[in-house]
């Protein structure tokens, strides 16, 4: 059975139809990211797996279990958007004091160092940059050693090599095991961490696909250019580049100046689905 299986989940905000009819699998041990522009309906979606919104129709089953009737709260670990400040607490504090909730919790000393927070044990909360809040809401969403893990723009405001050292762990849970599924924006967080990547868009799952294959990318026109012996560009879009370039070494004799050969990123495949939404 998979860890998440959704059908026909409908949620509106009044006359505000968020979320339309979204159907969703996703297996055991996956890590699935949900993308989608601002107020495509991910969070409001995120929210009604995890528990904490109320959806109006459609089947949710998480980890076999009706979120909307069982508290999953030991198995399911969730990093919302945006909390890391606890008053006066000190780091330390915060993430022993979360442990105590669960039954099977991990050393609050190792779960911070994994964190990249070991030099911030005894620091406030407060005093905590963006960045070093947002690594706090994942240790507390791992404490618990969860089996699903939801994590809605987990690497908002880190800085890249924090981003970095953030996919390292997410691999780290995902090779122990665990289900993850995140939102987030940057397409590149999403290519490097998702086994498989959801399109949301005005409320619809518009497409499901590996980060490889989504819009058809992989069988996409490669585009070369080069540079003429006269400095211009040139360039040319094909399905066999290969030739292209073969072509083009033997009319340079040789390094062709400037040479690239690229296809299409996830940011181009994405914008191009979401532009027709
Ligand atoms: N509590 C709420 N009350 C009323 N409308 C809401 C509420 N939460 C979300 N909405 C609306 O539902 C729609 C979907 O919002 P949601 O937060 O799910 O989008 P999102 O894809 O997560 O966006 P973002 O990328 O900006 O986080 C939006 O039109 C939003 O204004």
Redesign the pocket.
């Known amino acids: 059975m998979d860890a998440i299986r959704v059908r026909g989940l409908r949620k509106a905000?009044g006359d505000?139809v968020?979320v339309d009819g979204v159907d969703l699998d996703v297996a055991h041990g996956e890590v699935f990211a949900l993308l989608?522009?601002?107020?495509?309906?991910?969070?409001?979606?995120v929210e009604i797996l995890e528990g904490y919104r109320r959806r109006d129709a459609g089947e949710v089953s998480v980890l076999g279990s009706d979120p909307a009737a069982h508290g999953l709260r030991d198995r399911v670990g969730i990093v919302l958007?945006g909390t890391g400040e606890f008053d006066e607490l000190t780091v330390g504090e915060v993430v022993r004091h979360f442990a105590r909730f669960y039954p099977a919790a991990d050393d609050p000393a190792a779960v911070i160092e994994r964190v990249g927070l070991a030099d911030k044990v005894r620091a406030r909360t407060h005093t905590l940059s963006g960045g070093q809040k947002r690594r706090l809401d994942v240790a507390l969403g791992i404490i618990g050693r969860p089996e699903l893990l939801f994590l809605d723009?987990p690497t908002t405001g880190f800085d890249p090599e924090a981003r970095r050292e953030f996919w390292q762990l997410i691999r780290d849970l995902r090779a122990s095991g665990t289900t993850i599924v995140l939102?987030t924006?940057y397409l590149e967080e999403a290519e490097a961490l998702a086994d498989r990547v959801g399109v949301?868009a005005r409320g619809r799952l518009i497409a499901v696909d590996t980060p490889r294959s989504l819009g058809r990318r992989d069988s996409a026109l490669a585009t070369v250019s080069w540079r003429t012996p006269e400095g211009a560009w040139e360039r040319t879009r094909s399905a066999t580049p290969t030739a292209v370039v073969t072509d083009l070494a033997t009319r340079f004799a040789g390094e062709v100046p400037g040479l690239t050969v690229t296809r299409p990123t996830l940011e181009d495949v994405y914008l191009e689905m979401i532009g027709d939404h």
């Open positions: 905000y505000n968020a989608g522009p601002n107020g495509a309906g991910k969070t409001t979606t958007q723009e939102t924006h949301i």
